[in-house]
């Protein structure tokens, strides 16, 4: 039996897997950029971060995409 294509397609999602990896860490490094400055110019503070993100975890129901806190508001037709 040969197994080289089933390798060939093990090595193809390892590496789709390590530029996803690659891609998240930069992605996670922009958005703490972006909020370090925001605090920085002082645009928000630390406190009200936190609370945004205890609020956005709180409407965030498992399996539905994250919602804003107006969006969450609105009523459902």
């Given at each position: ?6 390798a ?6 390892i ?12 992605y ?22 936190d ?5 956005l975890?709180?409407?965030?129901l ?9 969006e969450?508001?609105?009523p459902?037709?």
């Amino acid at each position: 039996m040969n197994r080289l294509p089933h390798a060939l397609q093990d090595v193809d999602v390892i590496g789709k897997l390590a530029d996803l990896k690659d891609q998240h860490y930069r992605y996670t490094l922009l958005l703490s950029a972006i909020v370090e400055l925001l605090i920085e110019k002082q645009y928000l503070t630390t406190f009200e971060l936190d609370a945004t993100l205890k609020e956005l975890d709180r409407i965030a129901l498992p399996g539905n995409p994250i919602k804003t806190r107006h969006e969450a508001d609105r009523p459902t037709r």
